[in-house]
C-alpha cells in the first residue's frame, strides 16, 4: 500500500512537471502581454523598461527555468496584473467558490435523487416522462444562458433574490462562509442552482438507471416477499444500493465543480477562483494561469488518489496493482 | 420561543439600519482595478477609482478641461518653471495637513513603484519638483513645456507620512490607501467588491453618501440585470443591444455621451510589401496603401453614417479628425468624409488600381464596443471599390501585440487595423504624438504609430505645439498638425467617435464624462 503511494504520488509530480511546461510554453506563444497591460500613450523607452522588469526579453526556457527555481523554495512569482504573489491571491479566492459547488452539489442531490428514484420506479408514467425529459434541457442549455435567465426572473421579475456578488459573511466552527448568513444565502441560492443544473441532470439520470437495475434483483424480491413496507424497500435496499455508483461520480465531479464553475461565477460576479482564472486568461496573466493550474491538477490527483484508496477498502474485489502480488 | 426571538433579533438587526437612514450607493462597473495604489498601474480602471480615496494637484471636469483641485492656480513664471498654488485647508483622512512635502514625495514615488506594468513616470520624466514654501511648489523642465496642467491632472497626490516606505500591498490593504479623495477606504474584496465611507474633512463638493460600494460586474447583460432588480444603482458600460429596449423602461434612465475615443483605421504605409496586400488572385505586389489617393479612396469608401445607424445602433459619431469637437486642438475646417464611391473609384483608377487588390483587416474582438462587427462592416464597404477584403478578428490579449510588434524586428504585423484611441490629456497633442509622428524610439515620439506615417513637416507642427506655452497659439499649430495628417496625407482614417452609456435607477441620472470614468459625483438627483 506504501509503496503504491509513494508510486502515485511520483506520478503526480510528474504531471504536474509536464503539465506546467506546456502551460508555460503555450502562453508564451500566444504572446505577452505588454501591449495590453502599458498605458497607450507610453513612449518607446517605457515599454521596453517594462519589458525587461518581467523578463519578457529572455528565452522562454530561461523564464521557464527561473520559474522552476522560485517554485521549488515555494514562490510562485508575482502577478503580471496585480503585482502580488500568485498563491495567495488564488487561495484567497478559493474558500468562495468551494462554498458555492458545495451548495450546487447540495441542490442537485435534494433535487435530482427523489425524482430519478420515482422515474425509476415508474418508468411508464407521464410525470416520468417528463422528469426524463426536462433532465435533456439540464445537459443541453448553455450555462451563461440560463444564468441569465434566472437572474431576469428571479431577481428582476419577481425581486426574489439578488442578481450579483456574494452576501454577507458568518461564522460557524471557525469557518467563515457566506452559507451561515440568510443574506449570504439569498445571494448564493441562484449561483449555485445554475451551477447545479448541469451535475442535477446527470446525477438524475444515473439514479434512475440504478433504480431501473435493482427493483430486478433478487434482495428487492426477497424484501418484498419478507413483507417489508413499501418504503423501507425503497429507502433502505433500494437506496442503499443505488448510491454507490452515484457517490463516486459526484466525489469526481466536486473537482469539475470547482475548477470549471468559471462561467457561472462571471455572470453572478461570484468572487471566485473561476472569475479569477477566467480574467488572467484574458489578461495573459501567466504566473495565475500556471499556479491555478498546478493546484487545479494538485487537487484532482488527490481526489482519484483518495477514491482509488476508498475502493479497496470498500469492496474487496477491487484491488490495487502492486500492493498484492 | 427560542428560536422566534432568534429570528426577531435578526429581523431587527436586518432593519434597523434602514431606519438610521444611512445612505448608500453601489456602483456595477465593467472594470475592476488591478490595485488600490493609485501609482502602481497607469490604466482606465485604475485612475478612475482612485479618484474617489486620492486627490491631484489639477483635476479635470467632465469634459476634459483642467480645474483647480488640491492647487488652486498654476502659472508659468518663466519659459522652464511652473508656479502651482496649493490649497491650505486640506486634511489627510488621518487628520494630518496636507503640505507642499506631500506633493514631493509624490513626484518620487509615482514614476518608481516596483513591478508596475504601466508606470506613471511618462508624466514626470524630465520634472524637477521644488518646494518654495508649504504651499508652494515649482516645476522646473529643461525645455518650455506647455502640457504640465494636462500631466498634472492624471497624477494622484499620496500622503508623504503614509507612502514611505509603503508597497503596493499596503494600498490594497488600506494601511496606506490614505488620501485627501471625498471617501474614505473601508474594505477592498478582489474580484467582490470595494467599500468607501464618507470623508466629511472634504475640501471640495460635500460627499452626499455615507458608504459607497463599487462592484465589478465583467458581462454586460449581468450589469443590465443587476441595475433592473435594483441590486445596484448605477451602471457604466450598458451594451448597445439593450440600450433600445431600456429606453422604455422606467425603472432606469440612460445618459449618453461622447467619449474622447476615436475608432480608427491605421494603415501600413512603410513597407514596400506589406504582408496582408495581395494582388487579385494572390499574387505579390508593390504596397498600394503608401499611395495617398488609396487611402483617400478607402476613406471615401466609409459609409459613416450607416455604420453609425446599423453597427453602432445610433451610439457613435461620424468622425473626421483624432477628437470630437469641443477639445483643445481641435481643427474648426474638419468635417467627416463623405460617403462618395464614385470618386473613390476615380481615385483607385488613378493610382493605377483600378482593378481593386486583396487585403486583410485585422481587429480585436473584445476591446472597443462591437468591433468585430466594425471590422465586417468595413470589408463590406470597401468591396465596392474593388478592394476584396478578408476580415480577421481576435482576443486583444493576442492582437494587440502583433499589431505592434508581430512582424520581423518587432515592426508591426499587419497591414490595415482597427483600433481606437482615448486621449487620456484631454488635447489633440496625444494622439498626434502618439499615432501620427515619425516613430522614433530616441525621441519618444510615435509609440503607437503601427502604420508609421512619416512626414517631417507633421513631425516639426507637433514639436513647435509641445514648446507653445500660450494655449490658444498651441490649439491652431494642432489643428494645422492634424489637418496635414489626416486630412491631407490619411496618415490614418478616423471612423467615428464612441458614445458612452450609463444606466441609472429612476429619479437620478449620471452626467457622462468624455474620459469614460464613471465617478460617484456624477449620479445626480434628476
Known amino acids: 500500500m506504501t509503496v503504491y503511494i509513494l508510486q502515485r504520488t511520483l506520478q503526480s509530480f510528474v504531471v504536474l512537471f509536464v503539465m506546467s511546461l506546456i502551460v508555460f510554453c503555450g502562453v508564451n506563444l500566444i504572446g505577452d502581454p505588454i501591449y495590453m497591460m502599458i498605458s497607450p500613450e507610453s513612449e518607446p523607452a517605457e515599454i521596453e523598461r517594462v519589458i525587461k522588469e518581467f523578463g519578457f526579453d529572455r528565452p522562454v526556457l530561461e523564464q521557464y527555468w527561473f520559474f522552476l527555481k522560485n517554485v521549488a523554495s515555494g514562490d510562485f512569482g508575482r502577478s503580471f496584473v496585480q503585482g502580488i504573489p500568485a498563491l495567495p491571491l488564488i487561495l484567497e479566492r478559493f474558500p468562495a467558490t468551494i462554498e458555492l459547488a458545495v451548495f450546487s452539489l447540495f441542490i442537485s442531490l435534494v433535487i435530482a435523487l427523489p425524482l430519478g428514484v420515482y422515474a425509476g420506479l415508474y418508468p411508464e408514467r407521464k410525470s416520468s416522462k417528463i422528469i426524463m425529459s426536462g433532465s435533456i434541457l439540464g445537459f443541453s442549455m448553455p450555462t451563461f444562458w440560463v444564468g441569465i435567465m434566472l437572474i431576469m426572473l428571479f431577481a428582476v421579475k419577481l425581486d426574489w433574490l439578488p442578481s450579483t456578488g456574494r452576501g454577507e459573511l458568518g461564522t460557524f466552527l471557525g469557518i467563515e462562509s457566506s452559507l451561515f448568513t440568510l443574506n449570504g444565502l439569498s445571494h448564493i441560492f441562484l449561483p449555485a442552482l445554475n451551477l447545479a443544473l448541469f451535475k442535477l441532470s446527470s446525477v438524475l439520470r444515473l439514479t434512475r438507471a440504478g433504480t431501473r437495475e435493482v427493483i430486478l434483483q433478487d434482495y428487492i424480491k426477497f424484501a418484498r416477499a419478507k413483507g417489508l413496507s413499501h418504503s423501507r424497500v425503497i429507502n433502505v435496499h433500494l437506496l442503499k444500493n443505488i448510491l454507490i455508483p452515484v457517490v463516486t461520480v459526484i466525489g469526481l465531479e466536486f473537482g469539475s465543480l470547482v475548477a470549471f464553475s468559471t462561467v457561472t461565477e462571471t455572470v453572478f460576479a461570484w468572487p471566485g477562483a473561476g472569475k479569477l482564472i477566467i480574467d488572467s486568461v484574458y489578461n495573459l496573466d501567466r504566473p495565475v494561469i500556471v499556479a491555478y493550474l498546478i493546484i487545479i491538477v494538485a487537487f484532482f490527483v488527490f481526489l482519484n488518489l483518495i477514491v482509488d484508496i476508498l475502493y479497496s477498502f470498500l469492496d474487496p474485489r477491487v484491488r490495487i496493482k502492486g500492493s498484492s502480488e | ?526
Open chain 2, 1 to 526: 420561543m427560542n428560536i422566534f426571538k432568534k429570528i426577531v433579533a435578526l429581523l431587527v438587526i436586518c432593519i434597523v439600519p434602514s431606519i438610521a437612514h444611512s445612505k448608500t450607493l453601489k456602483i456595477g462597473v465593467a472594470g475592476e482595478p488591478s490595485s488600490i495604489d493609485p501609482h502602481y498601474h497607469n490604466v482606465g480602471p485604475n485612475n478612475m477609482f482612485s479618484t474617489n480615496i486620492f486627490s491631484m494637484l489639477v483635476g479635470q471636469d467632465e469634459n476634459q478641461q483642467t480645474i483647480p483641485d488640491l492647487a488652486t492656480s498654476w502659472k508659468p513664471i518663466n519659459d522652464t518653471t511652473w508656479e502651482f498654488k496649493l490649497r491650505n485647508d486640506v486634511k489627510w483622512h488621518d487628520g494630518s495637513k496636507f503640505t507642499a512635502d506631500d506633493v514631493i514625495f509624490t513626484a518620487t514615488r509615482a514614476p518608481n513603484v516596483p513591478k508596475s506594468p504601466a508606470s506613471f513616470g511618462i508624466y514626470l520624466k524630465g520634472k524637477t519638483f521644488v518646494k518654495i514654501d508649504d504651499y508652494t511648489v515649482h516645476v522646473k523642465t529643461e525645455k518650455p513645456y506647455p502640457l504640465m496642467a494636462n500631466d498634472l491632472s492624471v497624477v494622484k497626490i499620496i500622503s508623504k507620512k503614509h507612502g514611505e516606505n509603503a508597497t503596493t500591498e499596503d494600498y490594497n490593504s488600506g494601511k496606506a490607501a490614505i488620501g485627501t479623495g471625498p471617501y474614505k477606504f473601508k474594505q477592498y474584496v478582489k474580484g467582490d467588491k470595494i467599500v468607501l465611507e464618507k470623508n466629511s474633512d472634504y475640501f471640495g463638493k460635500k460627499p452626499e453618501y455615507d458608504t459607497v460600494e463599487i462592484k465589478p460586474i465583467k458581462s454586460g447583460p449581468a450589469r443590465v440585470a443587476a441595475l433592473l432588480s435594483g441590486d445596484v444603482d448605477l451602471i457604466d458600460g450598458v451594451p448597445p443591444v439593450d440600450v433600445k429596449k431600456l429606453k422604455k423602461n422606467k425603472k432606469v434612465q440612460l445618459s449618453s455621451g461622447p467619449s474622447n475615443r476615436v475608432i480608427y483605421l491605421h494603415i501600413d504605409q512603410f513597407r514596400e510589401k506589406s504582408p496582408h496586400v495581395r494582388a487579385i488572385g494572390g499574387g505579390d505586389i508593390k504596397n498600394p496603401l503608401m499611395d495617398v489617393r488609396v487611402r483617400k479612396a478607402i476613406s471615401l469608401a466609409i459609409n459613416r453614417d450607416a455604420m453609425v445607424a446599423k453597427v453602432m445602433e445610433g451610439l457613435a459619431i461620424p468622425a473626421g479628425q483624432l477628437l470630437p469637437k469641443g477639445f483643445h486642438g481641435v481643427s474648426e475646417n474638419m468635417k467627416p468624409d463623405p460617403y462618395d464611391i464614385k470618386t473613390a473609384k476615380q481615385l483607385m483608377k488613378e493610382a493605377g488600381y483600378g482593378k481593386g487588390f486583396e487585403l486583410t483587416i485585422h481587429g480585436p474582438n473584445d476591446r472597443y464596443i462591437n468591433d468585430a462587427k466594425i471590422a465586417e462592416a468595413l470589408g463590406q464597404m470597401l468591396s465596392k471599390i474593388g478592394i476584396k477584403c478578408k476580415i480577421e478578428t481576435m482576443p486583444k490579449a493576442v492582437y494587440f501585440k502583433r499589431a505592434s510588434a508581430g512582424g520581423p524586428d518587432k515592426t508591426p504585423e499587419f497591414s490595415m487595423m482597427v483600433l481606437g484611441w482615448g486621449a487620456g490629456s484631454g488635447e489633440a497633442s496625444s494622439p498626434l504624438k502618439s499615432l501620427l509622428a515619425t516613430h522614433n524610439k530616441e525621441k519618444g515620439m510615435g509609440g503607437a504609430n503601427r502604420g508609421r506615417h512619416s512626414d517631417p513637416k507633421v513631425d516639426a507642427l507637433i514639436d513647435k505645439a509641445l514648446a507653445t506655452v500660450d494655449s490658444p497659439a498651441r490649439g491652431k499649430i494642432l489643428a494645422e498638425a492634424t489637418e496635414l495628417a489626416v486630412g491631407k496625407n490619411y496618415g490614418i482614417i478616423p471612423i467615428h467617435y464612441q458614445v458612452n452609456t450609463w444606466g441609472a435607477k429612476a429619479g437620478y441620472s449620471y452626467l457622462p464624462r468624455t474620459d469614460e470614468y464613471t465617478v460617484v459625483a456624477g449620479f445626480q438627483k434628476k
